[in-house]
């Protein structure tokens, strides 16, 4: 049906929660191919579960697709010549469908009640048979249907399937598949309120909307071969399958919230870029022929190839992703890290949201210092604490045994007695300071330095003090929110609690 032989793919989510990482994937598999193929990208919404279907979902996956970077050709907020783009929109085009089926023999009413029916289901299962439909209502004309109908009785539409034969398919990913036709039965396409089953609405969809390549989880693969009869039912052509392996856990389970954060909308939360987040993505199931990690979304279409996606499971590595925006993040410029760090450190309480040109310059340099080894923009405010966040009194054990030793005293109590009169301090007072004190202690090396941090940190470890002396110093002029504490004060803090 596609009469320009365009390559058009889709992406059909439903409207019942965030998307999470296997949606963002086949969403990602479908784009890539689309762009590289010079092809067309629809966006479908499956909303025909009404009691789970949301308005607020929907714009939260239009939101989340708009800020991985892929953007649609057709689709409910763009428009485009196949629409309407909400199968709930499109309700009619599956009864003319269905009726159609129903006048030419292919499908018949089923009047049989959904207990009766779930009492068969449970007799086949306890005898160690297939569960499928007994067919008990496919001889009841249509005539003798729609009296029936008439008259008040409810019926599901179902689709008449052979009773012996196989379904074949040859699926990009996984080669070769084929169902016997006894393990299906005769799938229900239309319940008996009037809504479509998924697999019929999918079909109807798939094939008015001219889709030549449909690429999706492999939790489908049982869902073809109804949808292959369906369309044979109706005299269409089909499109090729491609079938994505599931995303597992690290302990080959399938990828839930215990696992850690699984929607795309969580990672945008927690600081992940959506280009690593993209680049990480088309990694489940895929690699690059180059070799080369970092890859950028132009980058990710010109090198994709869907006959190199592997059909083996794909686990998701944390690890890998952390890696990864860590690689994105050293590409972004000063100004960039900035604008996406900002939003955190005003969350956490540390800054404004009025900032002056002083405060801006002095956070481009303090992200740039700080931002080295954060795996996501959500931990820069625990790194930042290092600049706001100064009490003796909440030191660990191993900041505390630094300063307890003999040598330690020695060395706090001259750094003290050498800053005392001060008005001023930077490094290259620091620097002369602490020379000073190696001369008069004989003290060197970690001996003197780590005490010294600890008394301007309250931390056993942190940013090298060439970096961080100049940051708080400066950082302690300004006004923020939480006042910074500059190292005099915290020399005096230090001495106080120490009581030197």
Not at 76 to 99: C, I, M, T
Not at 134 to 154: F, K, M, T, V
Not at 317 to 331: A, F, G, V
Request: aromatic content about 10%.
């Amino acid at each position: 049906m596609n009469e320009d032989n365009k390559i058009r793919v889709r992406f059909a989510p439903s409207p019942t929660g965030y998307i999470h990482v296997g949606n963002a994937r086949t969403a990602l598999f479908n784009w890539l191919f689309a762009r590289q193929k010079g092809g067309v990208f629809v966006l479908r919404v499956e909303d025909t579960d009404i009691e789970r279907s949301r308005e607020e979902y929907e714009r939260n996956l239009i939101q989340d697709l708009r800020w991985l970077g892929l953007d649609w050709d057709e689709g409910p907020d763009v428009g485009g010549n196949f629409g309407p783009y909400r199968q709930s929109e499109r309700l009619e085009l599956y009864h003319k469908y269905a009726r159609q089926l129903l006048e030419e023999g292919k499908a018949y009413y089923c009047f049989c009640a959904a207990e009766e029916l779930e009492s068969q289901r449970q007799a086949a299962l306890a005898e160690g048979r297939m569960p499928v439909y007994s067919g008990r209502c496919r001889n009841i004309s249509l005539d003798e249907a729609r009296h029936r109908l008439a008259a008040g009785e409810e019926a599901a539409i179902r689709l008449k399937v052979p009773e012996e034969g196989l379904i074949q398919f040859e699926d990009l990913v996984r080669g070769l598949v084929e169902f016997d036709l006894k393990v299906i039965g005769d799938p229900i396409i239309v319940r008996s309120n009037g809504m479509p089953a998924y697999n019929y609405a999918v079909v109807i969809d798939d094939a008015l909307m001219n889709i030549t390549h449909v690429i999706r989880g492999e939790d489908h693969v049982s869902n073809t071969p109804r949808q292959i009869l369906l369309y044979q039912a109706l005299g269409w052509k089909l499109p090729v399958f491609a079938h994505l392996s599931m995303v597992m856990g690290k302990d080959n389970t399938r990828l839930s919230k215990r696992h850690g954060a699984t929607s795309v909308d969580q990672f945008r939360r927690d600081g992940i870029l959506a280009e690593a987040l993209c680049n990480y993505l088309s990694f489940l199931g895929w690699s690059p022929p180059e070799g080369n990690e970092v890859l950028r979304l132009e980058e990710l279409v010109r090198l994709f190839d869907l006959s190199r996606v592997s059909r083996s499971a794909a686990i998701f590595d944390y690890e890998k992703l952390h890696w990864l925006n860590r690689q994105h993040i050293k590409l972004l410029s000063p100004e960039k890290k900035l604008e996406l760090a900002l939003p955190y450190l005003q969350e956490a309480g540390l800054v404004g949201k009025d900032l002056s040109s002083a405060q801006q310059d002095w956070l481009k340099r303090a992200v740039e210092t700080l931002i080295e080894g954060v795996d996501k923009f959500s931990e820069l405010p625990q790194k930042f604490s290092l600049l706001f966040d100064f009490d003796p009194g909440k030191m660990d054990e191993e900041a505390r045994q630094i300063i307890q030793t003999d040598s330690a005293r020695k060395v706090l109590a001259a750094f003290v007695q050498k800053t005392a009169e001060l008005k001023e301090f930077n490094y290259e007072i620091f620097a002369g300071i602490t020379g000073a004190i190696k001369k008069e202690t004989g003290v060197k090396g970690k001996d003197l330095f780590h005490p010294i941090r600890v008394a301007l940190t309250a931390r056993a470890s942190g940013l090298e003090l060439d970096k961080f002396i100049p940051l708080v110093e400066e950082g302690s002029r300004l006004s923020f929110p939480r006042k910074i504490k500059g190292c005099l004060e915290r020399i005096g803090e230090i001495a106080s609690f120490l009581k030197l």
